[in-house]
């Protein structure tokens, strides 16, 4: 065979390859877009998207407008002015300038500590799903201990076992406290996977447990483990907030849950302005909010059963 004529054949077989991944993902490019569409179709997610711009827009301009530390610009527990929005707090800094701060730690506890449960509890409910057998007993019997537990208690006794109250930690205990039931819905999606013809005849010509695991398993429950993972997002920001209420969160940023316990330990309801003890807490129920309607608009727009005809 001469040069040119494999040159041709090459050239025929480069072009039939990327005709093929082109067509593919022309094809995913369409089932994105129609989910957007069905997506943007809901209120709940119309609303929640909304939201979280905002929050996100709040995290990036304090960010760059407010890039330090707050200092003490007032007297303590001024009320609501021009000059402070929010008030000051028990020594005098602006309320409106910290909780603007406790935006980004909150978001980024909330997608980070979000990434971890995500990643273990899939882990977790893939191999269990798939083995099954005694496998699947011992995971699963691991797993329900995490979940008779309550998640606060869990929470706190990791947080006192690994001491160092920094923004790291927190998410790191989070996480690890969060992924059983992640674990638990993804198992359930592998028990009725398994069993498919797909599967069964990618195991009759051979393939490896990996390969059925990563090639026809594991993409048919992305969208159950996206739309838990918005949920997760917001269990992990309130999360947070909870354990830097009670004194076990962050020392090293600003969080609205530490000012909620500062307004809670000074008695602001009798001493100092309402906004002390109000706008951390209104801005940590919107948040959640936002990201619990996003979640519920997502699980509605994948999951046809559920989806408004």
């Known amino acids: 065979m001469s040069f040119e004529e494999r040159f041709e054949r090459w050239g025929r077989r480069v072009f039939a390859r990327n005709k093929v991944l082109s067509d593919k993902f022309g094809l995913t490019g369409k089932e994105l877009g129609r989910t957007t569409d069905l997506f943007m179709a809901t209120n709940m997610g119309k609303v929640g998207t909304a939201i979280i711009l905002v929050f996100v827009f709040i995290a990036l301009a304090a960010l760059i407008v407010y890039p330090d530390k707050p200092a003490v610009t007032g007297a303590p527990f001024e009320e609501p002015s021009f000059e402070h929005p929010f008030g000051t707090d028990y020594i005098g800094r602006d309320l409106f300038v910290r909780i603007m701060q406790g935006t980004q730690p909150s978001l980024i506890v909330g997608f ?19 083995w099954g057998g ?76 990996w390969h059925i695991i990563r090639r026809h398993v594991f993409p048919n429950v992305v969208p159950l483990i996206f739309a838990n993972a918005i949920l997760t997002v917001a269990i992990a920001i309130l999360s947070e907030s909870t354990l830097s209420y009670l004194k076990m969160g962050p020392k090293n940023v600003e969080t609205w849950g530490k000012i909620l316990e500062e307004a809670s330990r000074y008695n602001t309801q009798l001493i100092g302005p309402y906004s002390y003890i109000l706008i951390p807490g209104i801005f940590i129920v919107i948040i959640v909010l936002g990201f619990t309607f996003v979640g519920y608009a997502m699980d509605e727009v994948l999951n046809p059963k559920l989806r408004r005809r």
């Open 134 to 209: 005694w496998k699947d007993e011992v995971i699963m019997r691991i797993n329900d201990v995490f979940l008779s537990i309550p998640w606060l208690v869990l929470m706190l006794v990791l947080a006192s076992v690994l001491q160092a109250q920094t923004l790291g930690t927190v998410i790191l205990v989070i996480g690890v406290t969060g992924w059983s039931t992640t674990a638990r819905i993804v198992r359930s999606q592998v028990l009725t996977l398994r069993t498919r013809q797909f599967v069964e005849r990618a195991r009759a010509i051979g393939s490896g447990d």
């Open 112 to 130: 980070a500590a979000m990434a971890i449960s995500m990643v273990l509890g899939t882990l977790v409910g893939l191999a269990s799903g798939y």
